[in-house]
T-cell receptor, first 113, second 110 residues
Framework: EAAVTQSPRNKVAVTGGKVTLSCNQT?????MYWYRQDTGHGLRLIHY???????EKGDIPDGYKASRPSQENFSLILELATPSQTSVYFC????????????FGKGTRLTVV | QEKVQQSPESLIVPEGAMSSLNCTFS?????SIWWYQQHPGKGPEALI?????GNKKEGRLTVYLNRASLHVSLHIRDSQPSDSAVYLCAGGSNYNVLYFGSGTKLTVEP
């Protein structure tokens, strides 16, 4: 079965600090995604990638960077964390054209204080 | 960018009833439409997808797609308490990404 693993599962960060959220997939999917989920907003796309070395901006990329060093790994980086970035973050992977089935990790709950 | 609107925000049905959830898209660009189920504290999981106009049935689930009206609906027959979850509608784009609605919280009461 498809497997997407996120770490850490929970994180408390201080305002202005650097936060790195990591994601590993064993599906050998080309596409990987980072979403955040907030009450009333559903899942919003932050960054995505088509393969190792590529990153693309999603709908809400401001304040976030992404890195895809390999097929399996995709990181989300908050260089200067702010309280507005408190949220639940989901990593996902998928394959296919025009709207693939996407497999999600269990999520990372990030609190910025 | 696809905009996805879901209704209702929440739905309470008795066990054994039909649950009906709705989704409307902002344009016809979505090539595929997906329904995902999300239990508390978990990541979303794909339930069913549809690509063409018409309907698709899988077990207790039926999905209807009308591209002309940009509307899709999900119907869960014989709803069970274990079906209680948030249901997310998503549209796929040419860029191989899914755009999600804000979800419908379904509660099935025993």
């Amino acid at each position: 079965e498809a497997a997407v693993t996120q770490s850490p599962r929970n994180k408390v960060a201080v305002t202005g600090g650097k936060v790195t959220l990591s994601c590993n997939q064993t599906n050998n999917h080309n596409n990987m995604y980072w979403y955040r989920q907030d009450t009333g907003h559903g899942l919003r796309l932050i960054h995505y990638s088509y393969g190792a070395g590529s990153t693309e901006k999603g709908d809400i990329p401001d304040g976030y960077k992404a890195s895809r060093p390999s097929q399996e790994n995709f990181s989300l980086i908050l260089e200067l964390a702010t309280p507005s970035q408190t949220s639940v973050y989901f990593c996902a992977s998928g394959e296919g054209q025009g709207g693939p089935e996407v497999f999600f990790g269990k999520g990372t709950r990030l609190t910025v204080v | 960018q696809e905009k996805v609107q879901q209704s209702p925000e929440s739905l309470i049905v008795p066990e054994g009833a039909m649950s009906s959830l709705n989704c409307t898209f902002s344009n016809s660009a979505s090539q595929s439409i997906w329904w995902y189920q999300q239990h508390p504290g978990k990541g979303p999981e794909a339930l069913i997808s549809i690509f063409s106009n018409g309907n698709k049935k899988e077990g207790r689930l039926t999905v209807y797609l009308n591209r002309a009206s940009l509307h899709v609906s999900l119907h869960i027959r014989d709803s069970q308490p274990s079906d209680s979850a948030v249901y997310l509608c998503a549209g796929g784009s040419n860029y191989n990404v899914l755009y999600f609605g804000s979800g419908t919280k379904l509660t099935v009461e025993p």
